[in-house]
């Protein structure tokens, strides 16, 4: 993935995942899909990378447990990966709207088309940018964010301070190994 892109990428808070959350509620009633809320449950985990526990208080489960297993049940039936399932195309291409129209999540990619390092990276700062985290009590099938910073984050914040000229900052901030 292109390190520009990943840079643009918008991640949501709690709140606004609450928003999102309600809005892709109305987007499945318009649908006459209301029942589907498997899918809200998908899209937020896969657009906006936000953390099961995240997604629990949105899209209001008593318990995250239950989130994944909705996510773990729609993905049993569906071809791999989900975002490219011709079944859903249409539900995902409204879902696309709404998120670049209202969310600026134009840049946002599928996280499942991401290999584990790209997925480690957007997993991590989403859950900073929503305060939350997953842990393995909730369901022990998915990738949890990291604790740490994944490497191909700490990639993005040097190319960002570098391209800023704060390179004092690289050199008190990182630990600088080279693997040639």
Request: negative net charge; aromatic residues 10%.
């Amino acid at each position: 993935m292109n390190l520009n892109r990943l840079q643009q990428i918008n991640y949501l808070s709690l709140a606004d995942l609450g928003n999102l959350a309600t809005d892709l509620r109305y987007e499945l009633e318009d649908m006459n899909m209301e029942h589907r809320s498997d899918l809200a449950i998908w899209y937020i985990r896969n657009k906006a990378y936000a953390p099961f526990n995240a997604i629990a208080l949105a899209i209001e489960y008593s318990k995250p447990s239950n989130v994944v297993r909705a996510y773990n049940e729609l993905l049993d039936g569906a071809g791999q990966p989900m975002s490219l399932d011709s079944d859903y195309s249409y539900v995902f291409d409204k879902f696309e709207t709404l998120v670049a129209n209202h969310y600026g999540m134009c840049s946002n990619v599928y996280l499942d088309r991401q290999d584990e390092d790209v997925a480690d990276c957007l997993l991590w700062h989403a859950s900073k940018a929503c305060g939350m985290v997953d842990s393995r009590n909730n369901g022990p099938t998915y990738d949890i964010a990291p604790k740490e910073q994944p490497p191909v984050s700490c990639a993005l914040e040097v190319i960002k301070l570098a391209h800023e000229g704060r390179t004092s900052e690289i050199y008190s901030n990182f630990h600088i190994t080279s693997n040639l």
